[in-house]
Nanobody, 124 residues
Framework: QVQLVESGGGLVQAGGSLRLSCAAS????????VGWFRQAPGKKREFVAA????????YYEDSVKGRFTISRDNAKNMVYLQMDSLKPEDTAVYYC?????????????????WGQGTQVTVSS
């Protein structure tokens, strides 16, 4: 069982960068698979990126591939999402999620621990 808290969101112009952080509590966090999701106003939550517990595999939604990078620091119980070349369509609340049940990848319903989200706004 873990608790997740996101931070690092804010307002940035198109083409800029942000680094989101997800702080986790729990001594077994390093064994969890992790992912990032986002939800724009009036839209459903969608997958952004995921990182397996071992770091052997990463997954990215097509629209962010090449611009976003997911990483983790198990010694600090942290997960990060580096976002470069931001676009207005990236505007959303971003959530981190975790699962001990294997590698869920982009499958939202397989993540059973969620943070409260951090707002990212990209202006034109």
């Amino acid at each position: 069982q873990v608790q997740l808290v996101e931070s690092g969101g804010g307002l940035v112009q198109a083409g800029g960068s942000l680094r989101l952080s997800c702080a986790a509590s729990g001594r077994t966090f390093r064994y969890y698979a992790v992912g990032w999701f986002r939800q724009a106003p009036g839209k459903k939550r969608e997958f952004v990126a995921a990182f397996s517990w071992s770091g052997a595999a990463t997954y990215y939604e097509d629209s962010v591939k090449g611009r976003f990078t997911i990483s983790r620091d198990n010694a600090k119980n942290m997960v990060y999402l580096q976002m470069d070349s931001l676009k207005p369509e990236d505007t959303a609340v971003y959530y981190c999620a975790a699962s001990l049940l294997g590698d869920p990848g982009s499958e939202e319903n397989k993540y059973n621990y969620w943070g409260q989200g951090t707002q990212v706004t990209v202006s034109s």
